[in-house]
């Protein structure tokens, strides 16, 4: 019996992808992964979590990553393809990758079934498929798969780090805005790793377009 676990990072920052995995192991493996100590990766630090990828990779029967860069997420977007749907058509391509007996995934929807069919939509493997939320959180195999996607994410955040300090693309982060908010008044625009149909780049877009009306005016 092969099981699978599925899960993504970076859903809901400002920049940076979106990047999805899904771990693929037997059955009788999964205890190794609770001995390694894998569980959701919001609850690791950046080192553990390093750390245990490579022992998920070690343990795993395969692994598969997918990854959706901003200028994708606002393609599909604009194509009427919300985050939960874009999210789904992923997750539907890793397990057709895996072609795993049972998986399981972390529901990206309110309603867990409703998720699961948006998955079920775009399969052409026969698996039990069970959607849940906080699986990351209660599942071992999902939880391994959090943390593949977690450090992928990572890695990618750091190679923003050579364009300036960008802290950690959430909305939230005082840092990624600051950053945002500069990079606009250098170069007038935003940059092409930030998903520019997020409700926060278009109010720094507008701000700046304010400022510059005003400074017009004030002439």
């Known amino acids: 019996m092969f099981i699978a676990g599925v899960d993504e990072a970076g859903r809901g920052p400002v920049l940076g992808p979106i990047v999805c995995a899904g ?6 493996d999964i205890p190794e992964l609770v001995k390694l100590g894998v569980k959701d990766s919001k609850l690791l630090q950046p080192s553990k979590r390093e750390a245990l990828a490579l022992e998920i990779l070690k343990h795993a029967v395969k692994v598969e990553v997918k ?14 393809l919300n985050l939960n749907k874009l999210e789904a058509q992923i997750f539907a391509e890793i397990i057709n990758q895996l ?4 998986t399981y995934v972390d529901a990206a929807d309110v309603n867990p079934e409703r998720f699961s ?11 039990k498929l069970v959607s849940q939320h906080k699986a990351d959180y209660k599942i071992p195999v999902v939880s391994a798969a959090s943390i593949i996607a977690k450090v992928e994410r990572d890695k990618k ?6 364009f300036g300090d960008v ?4 909305c939230h982060d005082p840092k990624t805005i600051s950053f945002l908010k500069e990079w606009a008044r250098e170069h007038g625009e935003l940059p092409n790793f930030v998903r520019h149909s997020w409700i926060t780049a278009k109010n720094i877009l507008d701000g700046l377009k304010q400022k510059v009306l005003d400074d017009f005016k004030n002439r």
Do not use: F, H, W
């Open 157 to 162: 955040i750091r190679e923003l780090k050579r």
């Open 167 to 170: 802290g950690s693309g959430y």
């Open 117 to 127: 069919q948006m998955i079920k939509n775009s399969l052409v493997v026969d698996t």
């Open 67 to 80: 990854i959706r860069y901003p200028e994708e997420i606002d393609a599909a977007r604009t194509n009427g």
């Open 99 to 102: 072609k795993p007996d049972v």
């Open 23 to 28: 771990v693929l192991v037997r059955e009788e």
